[in-house]
T-cell receptor, first 111, second 114 residues
Framework: ELKVEQNPLFLSMQEGKNYTIYCNYS?????LYWYRQDPGKSLESLFV?????AVKQEGRLMASLDTKARLSTLHITAAVHDLSATYFC???????????FGTGTRLTVIP | EPEVTQTPSHQVTQMGQEVILRCVPI?????FYWYRQILGQKVEFLVS????????KSEIFDDQFSVERPDGSNFTLKIRSTKLEDSAMYFC????????????FGSGTRLTVV
């Protein structure tokens, strides 16, 4: 069974600081997704990473994918309070069209 | 921007009752999904649907669950006899055949079984 693990599970950081969330997965996949979820809300798509070495950036967030290491990172630069949310990575198996989600990282940015 | 619409946003039902959760996927998407999220936990895959049939399902999706696309726009999840542990947020999602742009999730239906 595909396992997707994120760390840390909880992250409290001060505004202006940088940090990285890690997502490890247990089997071959060439597609990885990052989602943001605000409390009680739906899942907002942040990034779709489709190949080894893919790097995408949007604002203060940057995501990368290393398919050989089965690792994706979500890097936060100069955090602001608005980034407080839970971040999920998700993987789909090659040839399948369903997502396996990570455990989520609850980020709190403190002013 | 196209979106996936789910109704109702919140449903309370008594244990043992049947519920139907409704979804309108994005019109040009071909794959439809249901996921659930128990409060405070990760999102879990239930079922995917393509070409009017189930393409994959998880262990969670047992005989109490069924899905249907009754017309050209709606996609429904039925739980035949609800249990307390079915209480969760249920998300519908849709995607193109090869989701290069990701999966689009609806706003969810919070199901509370009492």
């Amino acid at each position: 069974e595909l396992k997707v693990e994120q760390n840390p599970l909880f992250l409290s950081m001060q505004e202006g600081k940088n940090y990285t969330i890690y997502c490890n997965y247990s089997t071959t996949s060439d597609r990885l997704y990052w989602y943001r979820q605000d409390p009680g809300k739906s899942l907002e798509s942040l990034f779709v990473l489709l190949s080894n070495g893919a790097v995408k950036q949007e604002g203060r967030l940057m995501a990368s994918l290393d398919t050989k290491a089965r690792l994706s990172t979500l890097h936060i630069t100069a955090a602001v309070h608005d980034l407080s949310a839970t971040y999920f990575c998700a993987v789909d198996l090659s040839g399948a069209n369903n997502l396996f989600f990570g455990t989520g990282t609850r980020l709190t940015v403190i002013p | 921007e196209p979106e996936v619409t789910q109704t109702p946003s919140h449903q309370v039902t008594q244990m043992g009752q049947e519920v139907i959760l409704r979804c309108v996927p994005i019109s040009n998407h071909l794959y439809f999904y249901w996921y659930r999220q128990i409060l405070g936990q990760k999102v879990e895959f239930l079922v995917s649907f393509y070409n009017n049939e189930i393409s994959e399902k998880s262990e969670i999706f047992d005989d109490q669950f069924s899905v249907e696309r009754p017309d050209g726009s709606n996609f429904t999840l039925k739980i035949r006899s609800t249990k307390l542990e079915d209480s969760a947020m249920y998300f519908c999602a849709s995607s193109e055949a090869r989701p290069l742009w990701g999966y689009t999730f609806g706003s969810g239906t919070r199901l509370t079984v009492v």
